[in-house]
């Protein structure tokens, strides 16, 4: 029996004007070929949370990024179903790619969903969310721009929260203890819904970035 062959994503790449691998500043405006605001999501996983905030908001433009093959190929199957205009895919590394993928300001939010904690303490150097990272997310984001992050790993919680309260380029939206159990004004992500049901408590950090004088 012959089993159909998985699309790869080098002829997504080829077909798809949605995706990007990118190696320069893409030119937003130009590519969503809109002035609307952007929002980033980091670490998108299967697509499902990008996918839902581009269809209730559609007055934002979406960018999502991953190197996750199998999700990128779940989004595009769904992306080509739903015909969204105000999806781009690109690939790759946050950590490389944002530094150049955006210009100062030019994001109105960030999502961080579920970012991967690396439990064990010798890959702790390999989480996403440090001091320069953080520095770099707060750059692109336009003032009064937000970052929302997510995770169910308290430790990380706990780190996060140190290392984004100490950017004094963002205010914590959160008072003490600066985090909260419950988000509720947008779709929740496939693992927010395997940990909710697992009946795990979540930790949300919202942070908005100080306006310079
Ligand atoms: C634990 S999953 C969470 C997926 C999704 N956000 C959710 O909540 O269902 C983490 C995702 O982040 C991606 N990821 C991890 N590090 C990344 C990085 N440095 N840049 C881009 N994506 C990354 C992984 O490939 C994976 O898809």
Redesign the pocket.
């Known amino acids: 029996m012959s089993s159909k062959p998985l699309l790869k994503l080098e002829s997504i790449a080829e077909e798809n004007p949605h995706y990007l691998d990118p190696e320069e500043y893409p030119g937003w405006r130009e590519h969503f070929g809109n002035d609307r605001p952007i929002t980033l ?6 697509g ?2 990008l996918l839902d905030m581009a269809v209730r908001f559609p007055e934002y433009n979406y960018v999502g ?4 093959h199998k ?1 990128i190929r779940r989004l595009f199957t769904r992306l080509q179903r739903l015909g969204l205009e105000n999806i781009r895919v690109a690939y ?4 490389e ?1 944002v530094p150049f993928l955006f210009q100062e300001g030019e994001l109105a939010e960030i999502y ?5 904690p690396w439990p064990k303490k010798r890959h702790h150097k390999r989480r ?1 969310i440090k001091p320069h990272t953080v520095a770099c997310f707060r750059e692109k984001l336009a003032p009064e721009g937000r970052l929302r992050l ?1 995770t169910d790993h308290e430790p990380y919680a706990m780190e996060m929260l140190e290392i984004l309260n100490q950017d004094s380029g963002l205010r914590n939206l959160h008072p003490a203890p600066g985090f909260t159990n419950l988000r509720e004004d947008i779709p929740r ?4 819904k395997n940990f909710l049901n697992q009946g795990k408590t979540i930790y949300y950090l919202d942070y908005v970035k100080v306006p310079t004088a």
């Open positions: 999501e980091i670490g998108f996983g299967n499902n949370f990024m991953d190197f996750y999700g790759g590394d946050a950590k790619k961080i969903n579920f970012p991967d996403l997510a992500t496939k693992y927010e």
